[in-house]
T-cell receptor, first 114, second 111 residues
Framework: ETGVTQTPRHLVMGMTNKKSLKCEQH?????MYWYKQSAKKPLELMFV???????ENNSVPSRFSPECPNSSHLFLHLHTLQPEDSALYLC?????????????FGEGSRLTVL | EDQVTQSPEALRLQEGESSSLNCSYT??????LFWYRQDPGKGPEFLFT???AGEEKEKERLKATLTKKESFLHITAPKPEDSATYLC????????????FGEGTQLTVNP
């Protein structure tokens, strides 16, 4: 496998469910990111994990919980989501952080909250 | 706070019809401006990094240029396979290392 792999590609969940998104990078990078992409809105950074730091966007609700067990894996745990959380969730990695802006993205997990 | 505005929101071209996409930005101190391409159902793919006014980068039919207030992505003699959403992002210093993205320009090239 190469690049950044995200699973599942599609997820439908109810507001009371608990699910997790998974991301794995095979590029040897040491920084990983979660972005949210909603229709007609810019990409929004949710979380950054690197060797040096963990950065959170303070506007991200606590119903989103990241986990980064090592430099190759990143999870986004979801619980009691709202319909407005429906979006494409993108994982990315970079060779260092702060990065040069060259991010490698996965294909995304399309989340629908009913 | 860093700001990025892309125009037009959508652009339709005929194959071979050259045009430009615009990315206007407001930052306290530019650390880099980045262009990405995103195909439907996929994640963005990195294209270019520009660091200072006057800098230009080229890749196949694409050329990115930078001034102190905006960047242009010029598309010369486009082909249908150039159809995608083109995203602009800046690292402007006020957001730390965080990138601020624009909403993108959806380009359609008809054969």
């Amino acid at each position: 496998e190469t690049g950044v792999t995200q699973t599942p590609r599609h997820l439908v969940m109810g507001m009371t469910n608990k699910k997790s998104l998974k991301c794995e990078q095979h590029l040897g990078h040491n920084a990983m990111y979660w972005y949210k992409q909603s229709a007609k809105k810019p990409l929004e950074l949710m979380f950054v994990y690197s060797l040096e730091e963990r950065v959170e966007n303070n506007s991200v609700p606590s119903r989103f919980s990241p986990e980064c067990p090592n430099s190759s894996h990143l999870f986004l745990h979801l619980h009691t989501l709202q319909p407005e959380d429906s979006a494409l969730y993108l994982c990315a990695s970079s060779s260092r952080h702060p990065n040069t802006g060259e991010l490698f993205f996965g294909e995304g997990s399309r989340l629908t909250v009913l | 706070e860093d700001q990025v505005t892309q125009s037009p929101e959508a652009l339709r071209l005929q194959e071979g019809e050259s045009s430009s996409l615009n990315c206007s930005y407001t930052v306290s101190g530019l650390r880099g401006l980045f262009w990405y391409r995103q195909d439907p159902g996929k994640g963005p793919e990195f294209l270019f990094t520009l660091y200072s006014a006057g800098e230009e980068k080229e890749k196949e039919r694409l050329k990115a240029t930078l001034t102190k207030k905006e960047s242009f992505l010029h598309i010369t003699a486009p082909k249908p396979e150039d159809s995608a959403t083109y995203l602009c992002a800046v690292n402007g210093g006020t957001s730390g290392s965080r990138l601020t993205f624009g909403e993108g320009t959806q380009l359609t090239v008809n054969p």
